[in-house]
């Protein structure tokens, strides 16, 4: 190869695209307090966007204006910023409507995002699987469907119905209606798209539904927390699962789902679910609807807390407000992870205080994980009842599984049968009655299936 050629190659490898540069405005009100960094999680989701946040801009006000968001100054400030750090993009942590994004815009002449424009546009880069991407497909849709007005500026400039002049047009002679025209042959078709989207989605979500309703049988957890709270890390400790780890918002989109070994020949199916973030768009959480799934469908939810975090207060709020959203209800333990990258003990002292039963952990050293899975196995086991029930002697598979998903108290082998003393869980009972149908009381009636299914 020739000398230049090699200089050549080592030029395009050291080729990179320039980052964007983002100025982060933040609003407060009353209602929300600002805390020691307010818009670190925004400076976060920057980053994992790809961009760098290099300069911020914050406002506290009782109720946003309603042109701009901000006022007239903090607008000319925001300009100047912008110009003084060579920002390409002013980046808010609000939600804004489509005519202040088009005011903002036109004052900084720079692009504007809001805070949801910002999630859905970090989802739309992590989703991996086909189902992923439908999901953050009509999320997006569904946000951009009611702002097509305001991007067809351009041609409502152009076209009208009148007002303008005697002969009662706009923009002149051919140019009558088909600006209007075209924003509506474009809400068609992003309606259109959103129908198809949904039902695809309803056919994704029936076969999710089966697929939890076959695991019924099994024991199921699911590892529900804040985003980059160290969730796919625990699911690899737990199960070897090779889930992607990386320290970058949103890396899990789609649920992972592998058997967990207990010991003791007990086992449960655990799941690793999307995280969640403050003000999580809620197109998003209803597109994610047959992913979470499991989360609401759980029998036990592990819910994994970044203890390291000053905001993990704020967190756990946020998670635990989700789940009450998307009707994941049922028993949970709280899980404060990441106990060897604290710096601050207070805030784990605090922590603890708080939570009295919360479990400490640190799934990237081990640590705390032995009474992780005791707590989950009593879990498995809780509200036994104490049975005596007569197996017939041949039958291996009952006592087998008797064996390991009771505790036998007594043995005694009366005609060909064997009379057990256990304690048993429920669910387990259920399973038992389905697999041997030959298993009965002292009374000699069938044991009964849980009620409950």
Not at 386 to 393: I, Q, Y
Not at 425 to 432: E, K, N, S, V
Request: with cysteine.
């Amino acid at each position: 190869m020739a000398k230049g050629t090699f200089a050549q190659q080592a030029a395009r490898d050291k080729f990179s695209i320039p980052k964007e540069r983002a100025l982060l405005v933040g609003v407060f009100t009353d209602r929300r307090p600002l805390g020691e960094d307010p818009l670190a999680e925004l400076s976060e989701l920057v980053r994992s966007a790809g961009a760098v946040p290099v300069t911020q801009v914050r406002q506290r006000r009782r109720a946003p204006i309603a042109g701009t968001y901000v006022g007239k100054g903090k607008l000319e400030e925001i300009r100047q910023r912008a110009d003084a750090f060579h920002c390409d993009v002013v980046i808010f942590d609000n939600d804004l409507s489509p005519s202040q994004i088009r005011e903002i815009e036109k004052a900084t002449q720079r692009k504007v995002l809001d805070r949801s424009e910002l999630i859905l546009d970090l989802f739309a880069t992590r989703a991996r699987t086909a189902e992923a991407r439908l999901q953050v497909e009509l999320a997006q849709l569904e946000y951009t469907a009611p702002r097509l007005r305001g991007m067809w500026t351009h041609l409502e400039r152009i076209a009208g119905t009148g007002g303008a002049s005697g002969a009662g047009i706009v923009g002149g002679i051919g140019t009558r209606g088909p600006g209007e025209r075209q924003i509506e042959i474009d809400r068609r078709i992003v309606a259109r798209r959103i129908q198809n989207l949904k039902d695809k989605l309803a056919q994704i979500d029936r076969r999710k539904m089966r697929q939890v309703h076959a695991r019924r049988d099994c024991f199921t957890v699911s590892l529900v927390g804040y985003t980059n709270a160290g969730k796919s890390t625990l699911m690899n400790a737990l199960t070897a699962a090779g889930a992607a780890v990386e320290d970058r918002l949103f890396m899990t989109l789609d649920t992972l789902t592998r058997r967990w070994d207990l010991g003791g020949g007990r086992h449960v199916l655990l799941s690793d679910t999307v995280g969640f973030i403050r003000d999580l768009p809620h197109r998003l959480v209803a597109s994610f609807k047959a992913t979470l799934e499991e989360a609401i469908h759980a029998d036990l939810l592990l819910h994994v807390v970044d203890a390291s975090s000053p905001q993990a207060a704020e967190q756990i709020a946020a998670v635990q407000q989700t789940l009450a959203e998307i009707g994941a209800s049922g028993p949970t333990l709280l899980l404060l992870n990441k106990a060897d990258a604290i710096a601050d003990d207070s805030l784990l002292t605090v922590l603890r205080q708080r939570h009295p039963d919360a479990l400490v952990i640190s799934a990237r050293t081990g640590a705390g994980l032995d009474r992780l899975r005791a707590a989950v196995d009593a879990a498995m086991q809780g509200r036994q009842q104490r049975l005596s029930l007569s197996v017939p002697a041949h039958d291996g598979k009952a006592l087998t599984f008797i064996e390991r998903f009771a505790d036998v108290l007594e043995r005694r082998y009366e005609d060909g049968r064997v009379i057990l003393d256990v304690r048993i869980p429920p669910r387990a009972l259920h399973q038992l009655h389905a697999l041997a149908a030959d298993v009965r009381h002292l009374d000699g009636e069938p044991v009964a299936a849980d009620p409950r299914r």
